[in-house]
């Protein structure tokens, strides 16, 4: 049964740091792309960044840019968020996601999230 | 970059069909993709590539695409429905993913 577990959240004041990681099990890490996606009190899902299977291609939505930083061990199943210059506005619980991969024959292409962990709140407060 | 617009609430009686819509200029074009979210639970995939569905949900969920409309048709309504309800797609023109704000289902 595919795993993500969540882990490093808490309480941090305005213009702090904190990481985020995503313990994965029961699949093969290396060969998903994964996703944060983070959900502020009361608000809808909003997408935070993702990153290919081989970390060659990375985005970030526009209100973490330059701020966020996602990253992957593939030798350790874990995906992080490096969260820095932290905002009241970031306050959320995070959720990784996998990246699923709809294949057809030998043909793969990257599909919708299918498993999601549990999330991890932040809250940015001074 | 797409902008996905759902109706922020709709209610349904029990055995009632809902159909809750997601529209965008030529999003028929996109792979959109539906999750549930009950209170205090993380996202669920309920539909993906417009009109799948993962092994574990019901026959009940379906969804199409077509034009500037994506929908999600829940036949049958149960109370164990309602949740929240959002669509989703990748923009790789833009390497965006964009999240609808989502629809609140209502079991009467």
């Known amino acids: 049964q595919v795993q993500l577990v969540e882990s490093g959240g808490g309480v941090v004041q305005p213009g702090g740091s904190l990481r985020l990681s995503c313990a994965a099990s029961?699949?093969?890490?290396?060969?998903?792309?994964m996703q944060w996606v983070r959900q502020a009190p009361g608000k809808g899902l909003e997408w935070v960044a993702f990153?290919?299977?081989?970390?060659?291609?990375?985005a970030y939505g526009d209100s973490v840019k330059g701020r966020f930083t996602i990253s992957r061990d593939n030798s350790n199943d874990t995906l992080y968020l490096h969260m820095n210059s932290l905002r009241g506005e970031d306050t959320a619980v995070y959720y990784c996601?996998?990246?699923?991969?709809?294949?057809?024959?030998?043909?793969?292409?990257?599909?919708?999230?299918?498993?999601w962990g549990q999330g991890t709140p932040v809250t940015v407060s001074s | 970059s797409y902008v996905l617009s759902q109706s922020p609430s709709m209610s349904v009686a029990p055995g009632e069909t809902a159909k809750i819509t997601c529209g965008a200029n030529?999003?028929?074009?996109?792979?959109v993709h539906w999750y549930q979210q009950r209170p205090g639970q993380a996202p669920v995939l309920v539909v993906y590539?417009?009109?799948d569905r993962p092994s574990g949900i019901p026959e009940r969920f379906s969804g199409s695409n077509s034009g500037n409309t994506a929908t999600l048709t829940i036949s049958r309504v149960e109370a164990g429905d309602e949740a929240d309800y959002y669509c989703?797609?990748?923009?790789?023109?833009?390497?965006?993913?964009?999240f609808g704000g989502g629809t609140t289902l209502t079991v009467l």
């Open positions: 029961d699949f093969t890490f290396s060969t998903y792309g």
């Open positions: 590539d417009d009109s």
């Open positions: 990153i290919w299977n081989d970390a060659t291609k990375k």
């Open positions: 996601a996998r990246w699923g991969l709809s294949c057809s024959g030998d043909k793969c292409y990257l599909s919708a999230f299918d498993y």
């Open positions: 989703q797609l990748w923009d790789s023109s833009g390497d965006l993913v964009v």
């Open positions: 030529n999003i028929g074009r996109k792979s």
